[in-house]
């Protein structure tokens, strides 16, 4: 069973990492944004696809579609509704899962 969720590091606003952006106007630091696969039962993580604070997260987790196995379980949270499936062949043979919030509470509906 696999996860995929991103993340954002701060980094120093050097000249050479400028091009990854700003995640607010007002901050005095780049910022790098990073979706990772990993392992939900190790958070072994077994690919990253990262870059520019610009793009979203669902444009570096279409990058890391081939890489979970096949017949695998991979878990999505919710921001990755919009992840265009139809676009990513690779992953017909693989079995997907997100998990949204069916309200409030604590339960989750399975889609």
């Given at each position: 069973m696999l996860s995929v969720d991103g993340t954002q590091f701060k980094t120093q606003d050097t000249p050479s990492n400028r091009h990854f952006g700003y995640a607010q106007s007002t901050t005095n630091f780049t910022s790098v944004l990073a979706v990772t696969l990993m392992s939900t039962r190790t958070h072994l993580i077994s690919d990253a696809a990262y870059g520019p604070i610009t793009q979203s997260e669902i444009h570096y987790a279409q990058q890391l579609v081939?890489?979970?196995?096949?017949?695998?379980?991979?878990?999505?949270?919710?921001?990755?509704?919009?992840l265009n499936y139809?676009?990513?062949?690779?992953?017909?043979?693989?079995?997907?899962i997100g998990l949204r919030p069916f309200n409030n509470n604590a339960y989750f509906a399975i889609s």
């Open positions: 081939g890489s979970a196995p096949e017949h695998s379980l991979t878990l999505f949270d919710r921001g990755f509704f919009r139809s676009r990513a062949g690779k992953m017909l043979a693989k079995i997907i």
